[in-house]
C-alpha cells in the first residue's frame, strides 16, 4: 500500500466554519492532489502540487485553498465550509519517476456541513 | 459534454463469466488510461493502465484502447463475487503539466451473483 494518510477520516462540521483536512505521504513523491467524490459526480480534482510551495488550482478549486510547506504533508483547507462542500475527500499521490501518472489514493476524509 | 464517459450499470454477470466495462473519451489527445476498482467505503485502487493501442493484459484483466475510437475497455475474464464492485475510468489529458491530472468517469457498479 502507498504510504498515504489522511486525517481526519471522519468529520461534522457546521456551515461556516473552516476545516482543514491533513494529507501525510511517506513516499517522498513531488506530486500530490486532492479530489472530492460525490454521487452523480464521479471524482473531481480540487487542488494539486508538483512540489514545495507549488500548487495549482484544478477542476472545483472554488471554496478550497492549499498549502504545501513540505514534501510529505499537503494540506486542504475550506476558509468557510459550506453545505455543497460535504462529500468525500482523497488524497492521491502520482507514481514515481517512471510512471505514467497513475494515482495512488489515501483512506479518505468524509466531511459532513450541517 | 462530458469528457470520460462510462455505463453507470449496474451490470449484472454470473460468476465464471466475462464482465466487459466501457469507456468513451472526448479528449484525442489524451495519453494515458487507468482502470480503477472501489468497493464500497473504500478508495479507488489502481488496476492497470494502458497507453498503447491494442490490448494489455494482467491475470484475469485485459484493458483493450482503441485510440481512434476514442475507446478504452475491461475485461474481467472468470468473474468472482469479489469482483463486485464500481470501476472507474480515468484519463490524463496531453501534455506535460497533465502528470497525474485524470479525469474521471463516473464508473460502472459491476455485480457478480454466484
Known amino acids: 500500500d502507498a504510504g498515504i494518510t489522511q486525517s481526519p477520516r471522519h468529520k461534522v462540521t457546521e456551515t461556516g466554519t473552516p476545516v482543514t483536512l491533513r494529507c501525510h505521504q511517506t513516499e517522498n513523491h513531488r506530486y500530490m492532489y486532492w479530489y472530492r467524490q460525490d454521487p452523480g459526480h464521479g471524482l473531481r480534482l480540487i487542488h494539486y502540487?508538483?512540489?514545495?510551495?507549488?500548487?495549482d488550482k484544478g477542476e472545483v478549486s472554488d471554496g478550497y485553498s492549499v498549502s504545501r510547506s513540505k514534501t510529505e504533508d499537503f494540506l486542504l483547507t475550506l476558509e468557510s465550509a459550506t453545505s455543497s462542500q460535504t462529500s468525500v475527500y482523497f488524497c492521491a499521490i502520482s507514481g514515481g519517476p517512471q510512471g505514467t501518472g497513475e494515482l495512488f489514493f489515501g483512506e479518505g476524509s468524509r466531511l459532513t456541513v450541517l | 459534454q462530458k469528457e470520460v464517459e462510462q455505463n453507470s450499470g449496474p451490470l449484472s454477470v454470473p460468476e465464471g463469466a466475462i464482465a466487459s466495462l466501457n469507456c468513451t473519451y472526448s479528449d484525442r489527445g489524451s495519453q494515458s488510461f487507468f482502470w480503477y476498482r472501489q468497493y464500497s467505503g473504500k478508495s479507488p485502487e489502481l488496476i492497470m493502465f494502458?497507453?498503447?493501442?491494442g490490448d494489455k493484459e494482467d491475470g484475469r484483466f485485459t484493458a483493450q484502447l482503441n485510440k481512434a475510437s476514442q475507446y478504452v475497455s475491461l475485461l474481467i475474464r472468470d468473474s468472482q463475487p469479489s469482483d463486485s464492485a464500481t470501476y472507474l475510468c480515468a484519463v490524463r489529458g496531453a501534455g506535460g503539466t497533465s502528470y497525474g491530472k485524470l479525469t474521471f468517469g463516473q464508473g460502472t457498479i459491476l455485480t457478480v451473483h454466484p
Open positions: 502540487s508538483y512540489g514545495v510551495k507549488d500548487t
Open positions: 494502458i497507453y498503447s493501442n
